[in-house]
């Protein structure tokens, strides 16, 4: 079961790295850097943007990797304390 979230957090890393691009691109180094340090930012920004840039399959993908991150997470914590017991 980590092995599926690390590959969940590998696709959501190479969806970062693609708005990231896309962000260098569109608003400069300097947003650009400010996307690598805060990646908040670039999910909003790539949300807002999504549309006008033709990412939105990006930030799909993006968004559901984030989710079942957080349930896969969720359910391994749950079985590691239900083990521990």
Same mark, same amino acid.
């Given at each position: 079961?980590? $092995?599926? *979230?690390?590959?969940?957090?590998?696709? *959501?890393?190479?969806?970062?790295?693609?708005?990231?691009?896309?962000?260098?691109?569109?608003?400069?180094?300097?947003?650009?850097?400010?996307?690598?340090?805060?990646?908040?930012?670039?999910?909003? &920004?790539? &949300?807002?943007? $999504?549309?006008?840039?033709?990412?939105?399959?990006?930030?799909?993908?993006?968004? $559901?990797?984030?989710?079942?991150?957080?349930?896969?997470?969720?359910?391994?914590?749950? *079985? $590691? *304390?239900?083990?521990?017991?």
């Amino acid at each position: 079961m980590q $092995a599926l *979230s690390s590959l969940i957090g590998l696709g *959501s890393l190479v969806c970062f790295i693609m708005v990231v691009i896309k962000l260098f691109k569109d608003k400069g180094a300097l947003h650009g850097i400010l996307g690598i340090i805060c990646g908040i930012y670039t999910f909003i &920004w790539g &949300w807002i943007n $999504a549309g006008r840039l033709g990412i939105k399959n990006i930030m799909l993908a993006w968004t $559901a990797c984030i989710v079942v991150q957080i349930i896969l997470g969720t359910v391994i914590a749950m *079985s $590691a *304390s239900h083990a521990a017991q």
